[in-house]
């Protein structure tokens, strides 16, 4: 890319450097409310994930805390014997959503009732380890949506960033230096005409 813009040095390229140089200035306004807009956003989805994480992260040591207690009381052979043809213990649906005019993937998760094994041996432990399984499950679906949303909310932001610095400190510069380059060739060349138009007169009155 060129570090200055050729133009022609008449009135008219002056004018459509101008007209241009607005447009390309309420673009920089637009973008920098865009910016903004999604550094507050982004604010506001970092602190429901690290709620979310430390959510997540409490929910899952209680749910291994009972996993451990339903194999030390059952033994792992008669947990995996127990866990074989379990009906699904979570209800999972992702539909898009957009915010800011980004797009990420909206999870709706919820724990399904607890149905009762029928087989001997199992103990009241592995009931609540599948309860509290299902439950980080539940927590772990949200955290992995507002991950996503995040880290896409950053990625446009940072993109927002770069046009935002691109038109401040290289495009539009270019642009009101070409202005001012021309503007000075225009009432160089018109302090010219003057000055002929001047000479000619005086030459016509001598006459």
Request: aromatic share 6%; hydrophobic share 45%; proline share 4%.
């Amino acid at each position: 890319m060129p570090s200055h813009l050729r133009a022609a040095p008449t009135k008219s390229a002056l004018l459509a450097l101008n007209r241009q140089v607005r447009f390309l200035e309420q673009g920089h306004d637009m973008l920098e409310r865009k910016r903004e807009l999604l550094t507050r956003v982004i604010y506001e989805r970092l602190r429901a994930y690290r709620r979310l994480r430390r959510q997540a992260r409490a929910q899952l040591e209680t749910a291994y805390h009972w996993l451990a207690l339903a194999q030390l009381r059952m033994g792992g052979q008669m947990l995996r014997h127990a866990v074989l043809g379990l009906d699904p213990g979570l209800a999972v649906r992702i539909l898009p959503r957009s915010n800011v005019g980004i797009e990420y993937p909206a999870v709706t998760a919820a724990a399904l009732p607890l149905r009762p094994v029928a087989l001997m041996w199992t103990d009241a432990s592995f009931d609540e380890a599948r309860i509290h399984l299902a439950q980080t499950a539940v927590l772990l679906a949200q955290l992995g949506e507002s991950e996503t949303a995040l880290w896409r909310l950053l990625n446009a932001q940072r993109k927002t960033q770069k046009r935002v610095n691109a038109l401040r400190y290289n495009i539009i510069p270019r642009y009101r230096q070409a202005i001012r380059v021309i503007r000075s060739a225009v009432e160089e060349n018109e302090r010219d005409s003057l000055f002929q138009l001047q000479r000619l007169r005086e030459k016509g009155y001598g006459a």
